[in-house]
Nanobody
């Protein structure tokens, strides 16, 4: 079982930067992948990005490409979402997730078995 805890969400101004963290504990392996999703009020959960454990393979949603960066600290079992040039439309609850690498698209929530509790990011205009 994997436990995930996000942190770092807060209220910021448009154009600001913010870094979210996701600390993982429990059983992890090189067969895992890690994702960030977000969900705004009244909308479906949206893929933000994905990184494979112990790998440099990273993917991003088009809406955040060039502004958001995913990174990880293998020694600390923590991965991060660095968000630059934040916009009001980035306002959402951000979730980190993990799951075994499979044939399911990394952008699908179904590819992940474990989820954090979410952290609120609010971007004021």
């Amino acid at each position: 079982q994997v436990q995930l805890v996000e942190s770092g969400g807060k209220l910021v101004q448009a154009g600001d930067s913010l870094r979210l963290s996701c600390a993982a504990s429990g059983r992890t392996s090189r067969f895992y992948q890690w994702g960030w999703f977000r969900q705004a009020p009244g909308k479906e959960r949206e893929f933000v990005g994905n990184i494979r454990w112990g790998s440099d393979i990273i993917s991003y949603a088009d809406s955040v490409k060039g502004r958001f960066t995913i990174s990880r600290d293998d020694a600390e079992n923590t991965f991060y979402l660095r968000m630059n040039s934040l916009k009001p439309e980035d306002t959402a609850v951000y979730y980190c997730a993990s799951g075994l690498i499979s044939t399911i698209s990394v952008s699908s929530p179904r590819a992940y078995q474990h989820w954090g509790q979410g952290t609120q990011v609010t971007v004021a205009a």
